[in-house]
């Protein structure tokens, strides 16, 4: 296990963590959320060896999040971080079979992914989850408030960040502990663990506020429902939480409507961060389709 440094084609710096060896015959690449970082899988990363045996698991830093170099304004969107992910898979993963896991943002990284590189995609990935995610439907988003009081909120949000990129200001905030109550009430199901919400808003605080904004922007143009066909001919696994207020259970619904071969599982009275409040049952099921890919390969 190690962390380093990949560099992309255009100079940014990716923090990439890495446990297994790089021969492995599967690779799961674990793809983070919004304003998150790759610490929102670890629980995951390190439970799933245990569960599929020999195998390659590989998260990173988006661009513009935790340890990766910050992105450059226009740069901020689902499209660029796509791109990179087919880099990280050409360049790190380049041979035996890939399963993708995208929470939130990351899922919808993966859709887009097979938007624009469809050969890639189709060449390399054997099996995906999509965790907490949507295919489109956003832009309407009230955060589970009442419609008036919900898009007012996410307008002084989106205003907030951009009075701050203007000021040149580096993170959100130099103290999350206000912040809290807030982000348990947004990104939580009932009963969270302390610790969870603890370093998830510690996150979410030392985000660049150009993180914030320019990528929020982005979640509300994201419209992917066609590009869900290049899924189709693989295993699939829909997760949702039932609380979840930033991707309803709704958009799951959607997502598993248009792949019938997937397996929708929705976890009563969990949120949005579903890898950290249901770390067990999403490792659980990363690792059956980690196990039906590796069946497949051991026949071929």
């Not at 035996?96 to 390399?124: D, I, K, N």
Request: charged share 20%.
């Amino acid at each position: 296990m190690g962390v380093f440094t990949f560099t992309t084609r255009d100079g940014a710096c990716l923090a990439v963590e890495e446990q297994g060896r790089a021969d492995a015959p599967v690779t799961v690449v674990l793809v983070h959320g919004w304003t998150l970082d790759r610490q929102s899988w670890r629980r995951v990363a390190h439970a799933l060896p245990g569960r599929c045996g020999d195998i390659r698991v590989l998260r990173y830093d988006l661009r513009g999040h935790g340890q990766s170099d910050q992105a450059k304004p226009g740069g901020t969107t689902i499209e660029q971080l796509a791109d990179d992910l087919a880099e990280v898979l050409t360049e790190l993963v380049p041979h035996g079979t890939v399963v993708l896991a995208g929470h939130s943002m990351g899922g919808m990284t993966t859709m887009a992914l097979a938007q624009r590189h469809p050969e890639l995609f189709a060449e390399r990935v054997a099996a995906v989850a999509l965790v907490a995610t949507a295919c489109g439907g956003l832009s309407g988003s009230t955060l589970g408030l009442p419609a008036p009081l919900g898009r007012t909120v996410i307008r002084g949000q989106s205003a907030f960040g951009k009075a701050l990129v203007k000021r040149r200001v580096r993170r959100l905030s130099k103290y999350p502990t206000p912040l809290r109550p807030a982000m348990r009430w947004m990104l939580f199901g009932r009963q969270p663990e302390k610790i969870d919400v603890r370093e998830t808003t510690a996150v979410i605080a030392g985000t660049s506020p150009l993180t914030l904004t320019g990528y929020l922007d982005d979640l509300f143009l994201h419209e992917r429902r066609e590009a869900l066909a290049a899924f189709r001919r693989l295993p699939v696994v829909v997760l949702a939480g039932s609380n979840d207020r930033l991707t309803p259970q709704r958009c799951a619904e959607v997502i598993a409507r248009e792949l019938p071969q997937a397996e929708l599982i929705v976890f009563p009275g969990a949120g949005h961060m579903l890898p950290l409040e249901r770390s067990v049952q999403v490792t659980e099921r990363i690792a059956r389709l980690v196990n039906v890919v590796s069946e497949v390969h051991a026949q071929v």
